[in-house]
């Protein structure tokens, strides 16, 4: 039987774990948290990432825990519309949208791979080329290694050595909270130089994030200041923000990667962040992730060379990192032209343009 380590166990890491599973080969998980868990933090599946749960028997499982997202669309921060965002196109094309509380996903995908397959605790310190893993337990070999392990990734290393991520230029702010009044559809608001956005879940509390320019390690920046930046933008940011506990909230400088020129090197293949890390803005991380998992695992059953799964995945995936660093950059301009014609081009564009936009990411089949 053949075998895939996979180091790393989050959601990239377990997708592809069941994945290579359904292809009847045996898999070796090593994360090196003493258990797996996830932040407390909302999460944006799109139609085509639904279709990689549907490959992977978990979708209707997925859908189950999740909320139909309300794509409303962009606003100022005084509330009047930039963009109104065409639902429905939406949903008879590709199908609706969901929002989860990230730590549902890793929940299960977790309970789809067998205990025995998962090592926590487990640090890696060195991959090699004949598919060896060197680790703090020892070494683990197999006929696939797959860098499941994030953005400053150890495997990255035997495949295309050292590379730096790239600062975004802003940071992010993330809490779930429980409202005290009800609140429409998600929405998404653009300032100069900031943004604010919020979606319902399925238990009924408000997944909030945030994103403002900053140097990248910037001290502070707690309750206090996200009300001090956003408390006077319209309604119901001021009251989601009142109703936000201090003890969860999560700040994190957002970083992205610059292109690979591959993505597989003999044995080893990188997924998710490790090989294409992105920028929130399109909601894409742990879409493209998902897709890895059910490409890769498909590839290496087929093939012992790998490098058809870089044919599909690098062009597909450097093509969304672009676009989403790209829409970032527009969406944190500061200046008060640059933002008077932003706002005033997005006005006057129609909802169709939008749509057309999102095709390309969202036509992905298995």
């Known amino acids: 039987m053949s075998k895939a380590v996979i180091v790393g166990g989050g959601i990239g890491g377990l997708a592809t774990a069941i994945a290579f599973i ?38 209707d499982e997925v859908r189950a825990r999740a909320a ?7 606003r100022d921060s005084k509330g009047r519309w930039l ?7 939406v949903r008879v094309r590709y199908g609706s949208p969901i929002m989860m509380h990230r730590a549902d996903l890793l929940d299960i995908l977790r309970a789809a791979v067998p205990k025995s397959t998962l090592r926590t605790g487990i640090s890696v310190s060195e991959v090699r080329s004949d598919g060896t893993v060197v680790h703090s337990a020892g070494t683990s070999t197999g006929d696939v290694i797959v860098g499941a392990d994030g953005i400053r990734s150890v495997v990255r290393r035997a495949v295309v050595g050292e590379i730096e991520p790239r600062y ?11 409202p005290t009044e009800p609140i429409g559809d998600m929405g998404e608001t653009w300032g100069s130089g900031e943004r604010f956005g919020y979606a319902k879940l399925a238990d009924g509390r408000v997944y909030c994030f945030a994103v403002a320019n900053m140097p990248a390690g910037t001290p502070g920046g707690g309750l206090s200041e996200l009300r001090s ?3 006077t933008w319209h309604d119901p940011i001021p009251a989601l923000l009142a109703a936000a506990d201090e003890s969860a909230l999560l700040k994190h400088d957002l970083y992205d990667l610059p292109d690979l020129k591959t993505f597989v090197a003999g044995r080893i293949a990188l997924i998710g962040d490790a090989a294409h890390a992105m920028t929130p803005n399109l909601g894409q991380g742990a879409c493209q992730a998902l897709e890895d998992a059910v490409v890769l695992s498909r590839v290496a059953a087929k093939d012992a060379d790998l490098s058809r799964y870089d044919t599909l995945r690098r062009p597909r995936t450097q093509m969304i990192v672009k676009r989403s660093r790209a829409i970032g950059a527009v969406g944190q301009l500061s200046s008060p032209l640059a933002v008077l014609a932003r706002n005033t081009l997005m006005r006057l564009a129609p909802s169709s343009a939008q749509f057309k936009a999102l095709a390309p990411i969202l036509d992905w089949e298995v």
Do not use: C, H, K, M
Not at 68 to 74: D, F, N, R, S, T
Not at 83 to 89: H, K
């Open 22 to 59: 359904r292809q009847g080969w045996e898999v070796e998980v090593l994360e090196r948290s003493a258990r797996i868990a996830e932040v407390g933090a909302g999460l944006s599946i799109w139609p085509n990432a639904l279709r990689a749960l549907d490959e992977l028997g978990l979708g």
């Open 68 to 74: 139909e997202e309300g794509l409303a669309g962009i």
């Open 83 to 89: 963009s109104r965002s065409d639902v429905e196109a």
């Open 168 to 178: 975004s230029g802003y940071t992010a702010w993330r809490v779930v909270i429980t």
């Open 229 to 231: 930046r956003f408390g």
